[in-house]
């Protein structure tokens, strides 16, 4: 144990420094934070390494980040009962939408307009701007940016990934561009890493389908862009089927594409046709346990984990009917946020901006008391800095 400097409780008396320690270890971090300021002793054990990470090991509750409807000024970090732990202020940044990672100790914020992000250490609330882009062509020729944060699996490089759409194409596709973070605070704005061209996936993607699995960032195709028999028959061309994801390693930066999982043969599919594309253009992407999982809305949510991705194995896990009390005519986006140990399901509900919890064991939601969220993603790190 480290020898910890004694903390007065009384006039007289002192509170051996491994009791305070255990004591204040107990604690959520919210308010050991508001404890640092009775004492300059407190500060110092609480600060430690030793003590943030004996902390961030005894509290391994996953924490929500989100962006609340209507404040632009702030992220705001929170658990699962909906209280808010921490704020951090991006105000001054202009940085408005939070970005879709899974690192455990990032943020991302962004703006989707411009082309502009940024990357926030929740445990510090330092705030690293990536390069701009300068070009004028580049700028005035998206109609809108897309950001996915992510981790090489073998090195341990955080990434971030680019998609812009260009409508000066007639095909309004999408290319991207791709920036390596050069450490853990700094997201390359005053050092020498620039964003580099990354190539494109086959097809147009839904940008509200992102999500990023170990080493890999995958879209979902975007039906509503491809509604005719035309463009379909473009894509079948291109050897492009309906169900498709867009994949882009991190590690190679190379965009592939895989099938997702075949729900129907080519027959029954041009037999019904109009329903099975009405399904997908509902469909998203999500991430569980370290599974890519592909959701269909249709009637029910039905989410199918890519169990063998060397083989494009999909195995379909849940089937979770709701009244429509829980889900009204959602058409923008259903996505699965967590699985937690007890087997609960967070989901969140784009259209509405609300999170809910499914327990399969009773076939029960329930809501999680918030205000009204735009954007949301998950934060397993420490708070304490």
């Known amino acids: 144990m480290v020898n910890y400097p004694t903390v007065a409780s009384g006039q007289d008396e002192a509170l051996?420094?491994?009791?305070?320690?255990?004591?204040?270890?107990?604690l959520p971090a919210k308010d050991i934070c508001r404890f640092r300021a009775v004492c300059q002793h407190w500060r110092?054990?609480?600060?430690?390494?030793?003590?943030?990470d004996a902390h961030a090991a005894r509290h391994r509750a996953p924490l929500i980040a989100a962006s609340f409807n209507g404040d632009s000024d702030n992220v705001h970090v929170m658990d699962l009962s909906g209280q808010v732990v921490k704020r951090l202020p991006v105000a001054a940044e202009g940085l408005t939408t939070l970005v879709w990672s899974r690192l455990d100790d990032l943020v991302c914020v962004a703006n989707n307009s411009d082309g502009r992000c940024a990357v926030i250490n929740p445990n510090t609330g330092a705030v690293s701007h990536l390069p701009e882009t300068t070009s004028p062509e580049e700028n005035g020729g998206c109609?809108?940016?897309?950001?996915?944060?992510?981790?090489?699996?073998?090195?341990g490089q955080r990434k971030v990934l680019r998609l812009s759409r260009d409508k000066s194409d007639g095909r309004h596709l999408m290319s991207s561009s791709v920036i390596t973070l050069l450490n853990e605070d700094d997201a390359g704005g005053g050092g020498s890493a620039q964003w580099r061209p990354s190539g494109r996936p086959k097809f147009l993607v839904n940008k509200y389908s992102g999500v990023v699995v170990g080493g890999a960032a995958y879209f979902f195709w975007w039906a509503a862009h491809y509604p005719d028999q035309h463009h379909r028959t473009q894509l079948w061309h291109d050897g492009i089927v309906p169900d498709c994801v867009a994949r882009f390693d991190l590690e190679t930066e190379v965009w592939s594409t895989?099938?997702?999982?075949?729900l129907v043969d080519d027959a029954e599919y041009i037999n019904h046709v109009w329903e099975y594309m009405s399904m997908l253009?509902?469909?998203?992407?999500?991430?569980?346990?370290?599974?890519?999982v592909l959701v269909h809305n249709y009637g029910c949510l039905d989410l199918w984990f890519l169990t063998d991705p060397e083989n494009h194995l999909w195995v379909q896990q849940y089937s979770i009917s709701y009244p429509d009390s829980v889900i009204l005519n959602l058409t923008r986006l259903v996505k699965p946020l967590l699985l937690l140990d007890d087997g609960r399901i967070v989901i969140f509900l784009g259209h509405w901006g609300i999170l809910f919890l499914y327990d399969p064991a009773n076939d029960a939601f329930s809501g999680l008391d918030t205000e009204r969220l735009d954007e949301v993603g998950?934060?397993?790190?420490?708070l304490l800095g």
């Open 281 to 292: 253009s509902t469909s998203t992407l999500a991430e569980l346990r370290g599974h890519l």
């Open 16 to 26: 051996p420094p491994d009791v305070l320690f255990d004591v204040l270890l107990r």
């Open 258 to 262: 895989i099938r997702g999982p075949r």
């Open 143 to 155: 109609a809108y940016h897309v950001f996915l944060l992510g981790r090489v699996e073998s090195t």
């Open 378 to 382: 998950l934060y397993t790190g420490s």
């Open 44 to 52: 110092s054990l609480t600060s430690d390494r030793l003590f943030t």
